[in-house]
């Protein structure tokens, strides 16, 4: 029979909590040989920035619920470390190594690992998760070098929930099937539309919608065979997380949102309850969103680069069609916000060409290549011949946002001018205003 990964506790709660089901601490022990590594220190720096300071997951980071994929390999157990003052310890499960990588400092780090060791890596090739042993640091750098931490960005991803998923076998043969909330998601691990498995639905609770809570206790079956008692979600996630996939044992408890409990026999029929979850909660239409009342709700989006913006929506049904939770929302500056005018300026002047890709719904003024300035300079050609002009954005506390544009040559004088934020995507576009009645709009190449 083909396992699949229930990953309904890293949707309800979109964070992963390590909290230790056991009583397993890292131990000194210093019977075991290590040897200075650079390659540890530089992956336990790299697998750090998957947690936050309380050793919390990042969610957006860790959109498959699994360590091999997530971040690029997993340890297997257990595993001898070094500290750079000579202590050694052992690790015997990644709790323990997170709590190795929360209690270092700059004075007190790992530095040593004791050789061989093995790790777990995926093989795009076979689609199987396969135990790879390293015998020595050059095998560890080269074993760095194909996770391509450098260049890795954070996965960011914000399209409408609609679940893709994708089978994997695990190093003991058996299948599993692991659930993305979007095939963004899915192609930050690496995997594509062909990838795809057909019966995805009943595998995943949709968006982080509360559908329904596990009473606790319960008890789960790894993949590893073994039975954990389990008394809240906070252990159900430290367990699961660094298994493959796992099955409750029934029956189990849970509560729906009309307060009503609810007794689970069979997987069968929590998939059944899945189902339903997903179909009364499918925000790929947002059309309904039109019908709730006007009360703006901001976001902050981060850039790849590091750079982040606010970003306004007309009510909260429209941000979460987009992809955000009650969660994600931050404090507004402006009751009327289309994009604050630290999104626009951010923009804007982030080294891509802008162009004038509308005037009253014409292309009269189409001009391209103009190039904003973090200085409020501009610059634009014509016929070969570069123009200058100035621009600035700023909050009016009762017309709005507003951009001010001034363009000197031919062509661009009608847009100069006081133009109000009427309309904002971005960092695609943005549809301005003026106090007669004429719009524009402003784009660039945007994917």
């Known amino acids: 029979m083909k396992n699949f990964k229930l990953l309904i506790f890293s949707m309800v709660m979109m964070l992963f909590i390590f909290t230790s089901c056991t009583?397993?601490?890292?131990?000194?022990?210093?019977?075991?040989n290590?040897?200075?590594?650079?390659?540890i220190t530089a992956t336990l720096d790299q697998l750090s920035l998957q947690f936050d300071l309380n050793g919390n997951l990042n969610a957006n980071n860790n959109p498959a619920g699994n360590v091999v994929f997530d971040f690029c390999f997993d340890f297997v157990y257990p595993l001898t470390l070094s500290y750079n003052n000579g202590t050694i310890v052992t690790v015997n499960n990644l709790d323990d190594l997170v709590d190795v990588m929360l209690a270092s400092t700059n004075q007190l780090y790992i530095n040593g690992i004791a050789f061989p060791f093995d790790v777990?890596?995926?093989?795009?090739?076979?689609?199987?998760?396969?135990?790879?042993?390293?015998?020595?640091?050059?095998e560890f750098v080269n074993l760095i070098e194909t996770c391509n931490f450098e260049t890795n960005e954070p996965c960011e991803c914000f399209e409408n929930y609609t679940p893709v998923c994708v089978e994997i076998t695990d190093p003991f043969g058996n299948t599993f099937v692991i659930t993305y909330p979007n095939a963004c998601y899915a192609a930050c691990d690496g995997f594509t539309e062909d990838d795809f498995v057909d019966d995805c639905e009943g595998d995943y609770n949709p968006n982080g919608n509360d559908c329904f809570t596990l009473i606790f206790p319960l008890s789960i079956i790894t993949d590893e065979n073994t039975t954990a008692t389990i008394n809240s979600q906070e252990e159900?996630?430290?367990?699961?997380?660094?298994?493959?996939?796992?099955?409750?044992?029934?029956?189990?408890d849970i509560s729906q949102n009309d307060g009503n409990i609810t007794t689970i026999n069979t997987r069968e029929e929590i998939e059944a309850i899945l189902n339903d979850c997903y179909d009364d909660n499918n925000p790929n239409?947002?059309?309904?969103?039109?019908?709730?009342?006007?009360d703006i709700v901001c976001v902050n989006v981060e850039q790849p680069d590091g750079s982040s913006y606010t970003y306004s929506y007309d009510n909260?049904?429209?941000?979460?069609?987009?992809?955000?939770?009650?969660?994600?929302?931050?404090?507004?500056?402006?009751?009327?916000?289309?994009c604050l005018p630290s999104a626009i300026s951010s923009a804007l002047t982030d080294n891509t060409d802008w162009a004038v890709s509308a005037f009253n719904n014409s292309n009269e003024l189409?001009?391209?290549?103009?190039?904003?300035?973090a200085d409020g300079t501009l610059q634009w050609m014509s016929s070969g011949v570069t123009f200058s002009g100035t621009w600035s954005a700023e909050e009016n506390t009762?017309?709005?946002?507003?951009?001010?544009?001034?363009?000197?040559?031919?062509?661009?004088?009608?847009a100069s001018g006081q133009w109000r934020v009427i309309g904002c995507d971005l960092p695609c576009s943005i549809s301005l205003q003026s106090n007669n009645g004429d719009e524009i709009t402003l784009s660039r190449e945007c994917d």
């Not at 290590?34 to 390659?39: A, R």
């Open 23 to 32: 009583n397993n601490e890292p131990f000194v022990d210093n019977l075991q």
């Open 34 to 39: 290590t040897e200075d590594s650079e390659s």
């Open 120 to 138: 777990e890596v995926y093989n795009e090739t076979t689609n199987a998760i396969e135990v790879e042993t390293i015998n020595n640091e050059e």
């Open 236 to 252: 159900l996630d430290a367990v699961t997380y660094n298994s493959y996939y796992f099955d409750f044992i029934y029956p189990i």
């Open 285 to 294: 239409e947002c059309e309904e969103c039109a019908d709730e009342p006007m």
């Open 316 to 338: 909260a049904c429209y941000a979460i069609c987009d992809g955000y939770t009650e969660a994600d929302f931050v404090f507004c500056n402006s009751g009327n916000d289309l």
């Open 366 to 373: 189409s001009v391209y290549e103009i190039t904003f300035n």
């Open 398 to 414: 009762t017309a709005g946002n507003i951009l001010s544009l001034s363009f000197s040559g031919p062509d661009l004088q009608q």
